[in-house]
């Protein structure tokens, strides 16, 4: 069974800090990982998607290790509207859809 | 907006009652999802269309139908709903590229009392 491992948190950060969260995958075949966005009873968004040689959005930065099977995203200088929940996501390339972790909780405090 | 529109956004049904959850894409992808979200579950896939005319089951299938009217609709159908099947439904499509991603619509929150 294909999993996606997260911690859930709550990661409770100070406005202006740094976070990072980490994920793991068991299918080592994975070919396309994301990390979605999911406010409190809202869809999941695309946030940005992890290339091999690691992307930065702003003030996001991705980076895979397909080695150890992990994905990482880190967010600078933390805003509040940062709050929400982080989905790592990953796909197999086919078209059975993506498995996705269960979140992992952010709250930015003032 | 281009997206994905799902309908309704709630529903309360008795236990036994069926119902169609509709989902419609206006971005010419060519496969659609159903997901379920539950809490502390995570998003789990019930069905999806990889393309128009095909339909197949994903992690979480019993208790549903799906039918692909056409590569804009995907519809999810309880033929008799259950209390365990009180959950939060979104629908997604998604188009090709390995570094694309889905697109969800804004979820049905259904209740089976």
């Known amino acids: 069974r294909k999993e996606v491992e997260q911690d859930p948190g709550p990661f409770n950060v100070p406005e202006g800090a740094t976070v990072a969260f980490n994920c793991t995958y068991s299918n080592s075949a994975s070919q396309s990982f994301f990390w979605y966005r999911q406010d409190c009873r809202k869809e999941p968004k695309l946030l940005m998607s992890?290339?091999?040689s690691g992307n930065e959005d702003g003030r996001f930065t991705a980076q895979l290790n397909r080695a150890s099977q992990y994905i990482s995203l880190l967010i600078r200088d933390s805003k509040l509207s940062d709050s929400a929940t982080y989905l790592c996501v990953v796909s197999g390339g086919g078209a059975d859809g993506l498995t996705f972790g269960k979140g992992t909780h952010l709250i930015i405090q003032p | 907006n281009a997206g994905v529109t799902q309908t309704p956004k709630f529903q309360v049904l008795k236990t036994g009652q069926s119902m169609t959850l509709q989902c419609a894409q206006d971005m010419n992808h060519n496969s659609m999802y159903w997901y379920r979200q539950d809490p502390g579950m995570g998003l789990r896939l019930i069905y999806y269309s990889a393309s128009e005319g095909t339909t197949d089951k994903g992690e979480v299938p019993n208790g549903y139908n799906v039918s692909r009217l056409n590569k804009r609709e995907f519809s999810l159908r309880l033929e008799s709903a259950a209390p365990s099947q009180t959950s939060v439904y979104f629908c997604a499509s998604f188009w090709s590229g390995l570094y694309d991603g889905y697109t969800f619509g804004s979820g049905t929150r259904l209740t089976v009392v």
């Open positions: 992890v290339y091999s």
